[in-house]
Nanobody, 119 residues
Framework: QVQLVESGGGLVQAGGSLRLSCAGSEHTSNFYRMAWFRQAPGKEREFVGGIRWSGGSAYYDDSVKGRFIISRDNAKNMVYLQMNSLKPEDTAVYYC????????????WGQGTQVTVSS
């Protein structure tokens, strides 16, 4: 059974940093790609950025480009989201998601971790 578990959320002041982790169960590193999404109160879930397990650069939504960095550790089945220069509008529940077959759909999701940025 595939599981994705996020951790690392919390409360931080504007301008600060947080590092989120996504721990995948066995075989998640065989997935085609992983991604981070977020959902703020009263808003739809939105794409933050993604990365392929096989290599290549991560890619980001314009709202976080230059501030957030996605990385992976294939051996540990881990994906990370380093968030720098945080803004109050980054406040949301952050989700890790996996696309196992390059189908275009993220079939597996974590439970989410809350990030709150105070002004």
């Amino acid at each position: 059974q595939v599981q994705l578990v996020e951790s690392g959320g919390g409360l931080v002041q504007a301008g600060g940093s947080l590092r989120l982790s996504c721990a995948g169960s066995e075989h998640t590193s065989n997935f085609y790609r992983m991604a981070w999404f977020r959902q703020a109160p009263g808003k739809e879930r939105e794409f933050v950025g993604g990365i392929r397990w096989s290599g290549g650069s991560a890619y980001y939504d314009d709202s976080v480009k230059g501030r957030f960095i996605i990385s992976r550790d294939n051996a540990k089945n881990m994906v990370y989201l380093q968030m720098n220069s945080l803004k109050p509008e980054d406040t949301a529940v952050y989700y890790c998601a996996g696309d196992p077959k390059a189908s275009g759909a993220y079939d597996f999701w974590g439970q989410g971790t809350q990030v709150t940025v105070s002004s």
